[in-house]
């Protein structure tokens, strides 16, 4: 069974720094795409930055030049590193990645369960 594990999230001043992991764990024989989404209280969840096996990137307006997403293949980790924090970051702090379980078996999209990014003095 695959499952996304994200870590890093918690309280930081505006203008700090954060650096969110995700670790795919389980039968994983490739990942494709991954990314970062996130969803404030009220509000849709959002893309925030993704990567592909690649390496290529994409990011929302809102967090370019700011934020930095990266991955070790090696490790099945994606990483987004948040520099310049602003209160309205604030989220929940969503994991996703494409992934092949098996060689022949189907791509499958999964979810991690989140971690709490709180920007606040």
């Known amino acids: 069974q695959v499952q996304l594990v994200e870590s890093g999230g918690g309280l930081v001043q505006p203008g700090g720094s954060l650096r969110l992991s995700c670790a795919a764990s389980?039968?994983?024989?490739?990942?494709?795409?991954t990314g970062w989404y996130r969803q404030a209280p009220g509000k849709q969840r959002e893309l925030v930055a993704g990567?592909?096996?690649?390496?290529?990137?994409n990011y929302a307006d809102s967090v370019k030049g700011r934020f930095t997403i990266s991955r070790d293949n090696a490790k099945n980790t994606v990483y987004l590193q948040m520099n310049s924090l602003k209160p309205e970051d604030t989220a929940v702090y969503y994991c996703?990645?494409?992934?092949?379980?098996?060689?022949?078996?189907?791509?499958?999209?999964?979810w991690g369960q989140g971690t709490q990014v709180t920007v606040s003095s």
């Open positions: 996703n990645a494409d992934l092949r379980p098996t060689r022949w078996g189907p791509l499958n999209n999964y």
């Open positions: 389980g039968s994983i024989f490739s990942i494709y795409g």
């Open positions: 990567i592909t096996n690649g390496g290529s990137t």
